[in-house]
């Protein structure tokens, strides 16, 4: 299913140069780095969170490839087995223009690749400092994520709240 999904969706799998000014617009307003280390049960974590409430990628696309490309390098680097991952995605500039840029179409997509093709297990997600509108985003996600991984989200109103 891995390689399917890199036929299948070109707007992930193709123009992956990393110099491409489009990813280099990413990486200057997001940080998405997998941490040193792995947890007491052989995870690896990563912490993806925005820099800046007013900057937003003209296309979302991009940074759903980015983090697929990040998975990929991972995949090739990793010298030592990693039990799954662990996401924390901090919500705290989220705003409704951001969550606009999302089509229905793009996140199915990115599901199927995140749940069925990448082969590496998703064990937790913590999603961070929480608004009102992320938790509906959230909930109106839960809906296509099988049941497994919807039971794997964590919400958190703030970091203290995480470490509980």
């Known amino acids: 299913m891995y390689y399917t999904m890199r036929n299948a969706i070109p707007e992930f799998f193709s123009n992956r140069d990393i110099n491409r000014p489009e990813l ?3 990486m200057d307003i997001a940080d998405m780095p997998p941490l040193p280390g792995l947890t007491p049960k ?3 974590v990563v912490c993806l969170r925005a820099v800046d409430r007013d900057n937003m990628p003209n296309n979302v696309a991009d940074g759903m490839k980015l983090a697929l490309m990040i998975g990929d390098i991972r995949l090739y680097e990793e010298k ?5 991952d662990v996401y924390i995605l901090d919500a705290s500039v989220a705003t409704p223009t951001h969550f606009a840029k999302f089509t229905p179409t793009l996140v ?3 599901l199927v690749c995140v749940q069925e093709a990448y082969p590496v297990k998703l064990k937790e997600v913590h999603v961070i400092n929480i608004s009102p ?3 509906t985003i959230v909930n109106f996600v839960k809906p296509f994520l099988k049941e497994k991984i919807r039971e794997r989200i964590h919400i958190h109103s703030n970091l203290e709240d995480l470490y509980k």
């Open 80 to 84: 030592v087995g990693v039990a799954g």
């Open 133 to 135: 509108l992320v938790d």
């Open 42 to 44: 052989g995870c690896r």
């Open 108 to 110: 199915k997509k990115f």
């Open 24 to 26: 280099g617009e990413i």
